[in-house]
């Protein structure tokens, strides 16, 4: 089976391996780079991940399945992780959730007809400081109210 | 500037460039480990540790030098150090905190630790959705590398360490430190039966330390001035200072360092501005998620590990949850047994079944469609999930429920 694998992606699987005195302590790592190329995890991904550490293809599902950052489809282009825990829910949270719904016209775990949004909410992300808060893929924006919402998804092309 | 306060881990955090190595050395950064390495022996390090009683910042509170005591001495073995940087307990940001202003603290904290213990390769544990600051502490890691902080002969000695960063993928329950342990080898975060402890059997089966990244970020300070200074800020059980994470209701939300022993009701008044919007305080949830909610006449206690337990609730984390008059404790209940809910790892069924349950009840209460008898199997559930889980995630589940359902039930009762 071929997997097509870039060539940058195994030079970074190469270099994440030698931190590792065992191949398989490598899985999270090696998954993390997988899901960075394509936007999710797909069935060959995780051949290929259990291949190239020498583990069963059924350790690696136990492990994507196990993780809330591992997706075994596409998310949206911008991915919108809203934090409802405690602190952010004190802080409106809730509101901002359902105006991100009805506004998208998504519920938590679909994306938008045009690829452009998905929307899930997450539990506490570490920035209760900035409470409300929540992450578009890697980037963290606080202090939202729903006017600062909008002007951030109008950013996002 | 008053030498003590250079215990104040975060003393210098106003400066602009701290997470750069040349600024931190310019502040007197690595003098600690180049101290220790020229001039002290492994021992000499655990003992001032171990005199300084520095108690853990991960959540448990345990004594470090004890910690690092454990591991068997006097062998070639290898062993590791596990830098807890996994930070989810609810409320918590404070080892964010201290790793986006300065990474190189926590790296000294590491090679300190690791000359005491014999150990030659750290990992810091980061949590995924911190990515930009595992990339800062991966900056971190070069810099001390390419000025010989890190690597092979560190300062000219004979002792040498590497340290990687290792990113999880979204599970709280890999900060509990044997399913970080599972985490790093590439497994579910599904945390071990205890006995055997890390420090016997640990990474890898090696022996292995795991700290929380505050509790390293204080070894610095205590080899630079000694344990005697350490003790004088603080309690004399319980020395030193504590980051704070407030937020909630609060009008001025963040970290504040403070001697641990320091007045609860102090924090959020003096400290945090007190009840935001003018609105007056309800409850408090004084270390993280997963301690017991104080209620208004409760909040006159000192923020230390022992004080805390005698008020029936726990330190933990040291994060400071906020709730204000105006806010239901029906979304509070429900945002606290969603929360465990979903994060329990599924392995204990006291834990798996009864926080799911908990939560349908609680979501019930939420939308004002309480049923009879409700708020008593809410209770039933939590005390049976109590004590009866391999790890303390069950508690953690179970007391902020107990706490909530013992000092709101009217209200809870009233919610339809
Ligand atoms: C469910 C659960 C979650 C935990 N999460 C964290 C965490 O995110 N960070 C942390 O440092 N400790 C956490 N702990 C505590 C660790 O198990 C461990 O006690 C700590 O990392 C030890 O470091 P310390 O002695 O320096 O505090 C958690 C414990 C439990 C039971
Ligand atoms: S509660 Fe939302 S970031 Fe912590």
């Known amino acids: ?157 | 500037m008053n030498r003590e306060d250079e215990l104040f881990l975060t003393r210098d955090f106003g400066l602009d460039h701290l997470h750069r190595l040349e600024t931190y050395v310019s502040r007197g950064g690595y003098r600690a480990a180049a101290k220790a390495l020229k001039t002290m022996t492994p021992d000499a390090v655990l003992e001032e540790v171990k005199a300084a009683n520095l108690r853990g910042r991960g959540g448990a509170g345990f004594p470090a030098g004890i910690k690092w005591g454990f591991v068997p001495r006097g062998t070639d073995a290898l062993r590791y150090l596990c830098v807890n940087a996994d930070e989810g307990e609810p409320g918590t940001f404070k080892d964010r905190f201290l790793m986006s202003h300065n990474p190189h603290l926590l790296l000294e904290g590491a090679i300190l630790a690791s000359y005491a213990v014999g150990i030659r390769t750290a990992y810091v544990y980061i949590r995924g959705e911190y990515e930009s600051i595992a990339r800062r502490l991966e900056t971190a890691v070069s810099e001390a590398r390419a000025s010989g902080w890190l690597g092979d002969h560190i300062a000219g000695t004979g002792f040498g360490l590497e340290v990687f960063v290792h990113r999880g993928a979204g599970a709280y329950i890999c900060g509990e430190e044997t399913a970080l342990l599972e985490s790093l080898e590439g497994k579910r975060g599904h945390p071990r039966l205890k006995p055997p402890f890390p420090a016997s059997i640990g990474l890898f089966r090696c022996p292995t330390v795991i700290n929380n990244v505050e509790t390293l970020c204080h070894i610095p300070g205590i080899i630079r001035h000694g344990a005697e200074a350490f003790l004088k800020r603080g309690l004399p059980r319980d020395g030193g200072t504590r980051i704070f994470s407030v937020s909630g209701a609060v009008a001025r939300p963040g970290c504040y360092e403070l001697p641990t022993g320091s007045s609860l009701r102090e924090l959020i008044y003096e400290r945090a501005g007190g009840v935001r919007d003018g609105r007056k305080l309800k409850a408090v949830i004084p270390g993280g998620l997963s301690a017991p909610m104080l209620t208004e006449n409760e909040i006159d206690v000192r923020m230390d590990g022992d004080s805390l337990v005698e008020a029936g609730s726990m330190l933990g984390s040291g994060a400071v949850i906020v709730i204000d008059d105006e806010t239901p404790m029906t979304l509070v209940l429900e945002k606290i047994t969603k929360f465990y809910a979903h994060e329990s790892c599924g392995q204990c069924t006291p834990c798996r079944v009864g926080t799911a349950w908990m939560a349908r009840i609680a979501a019930r209460l939420r939308a004002g469609r309480r049923r009879n008898g409700d708020v008593d199997t809410l209770h039933r559930l939590a005390s049976g999930i109590k004590g009866r889980t391999l790890c303390p995630m069950g508690d953690a589940a179970a007391l902020p429920v107990l706490a909530l359902v013992a000092k709101f039930r009217d209200e809870l009762e009233r919610s339809s």
């Open chain 1, 1 to 157: 089976m071929s997997h097509n694998i870039p060539d940058r992606v195994k030079r970074r699987v190469e270099d994440i391996l030698s931190r590792y005195p065992r191949r398989e302590a490598a899985l999270l790592p090696v998954l993390s780079a997988l899901q960075e190329e394509r936007g999710f995890l797909s069935h060959s991904d995780e051949e290929w991940a259990a291949d190239t550490l020498g583990i069963p293809p059924a350790k690696v599902r136990e492990v994507v399945t196990f993780y809330s950052l591992f997706r075994r489809k596409p998310a949206g282009r911008h991915h919108l992780q809203v934090c409802t825990n405690v602190s952010c829910a004190l802080n409106g949270a809730d509101g901002l959730l359902s105006h991100l719904r009805k506004k998208l016209g998504i519920a938590e775990g679909e994306t938008s007809a045009d690829g452009r949004f998905s929307l899930s909410s997450v539990e506490c992300l570490g920035h209760c400081d900035e409470a409300p808060c929540l992450m578009v893929n890697d980037e963290h924006y606080g202090r939202l109210d729903r006017r600062a919402l909008d002007e951030l998804l109008e950013k996002l092309e």
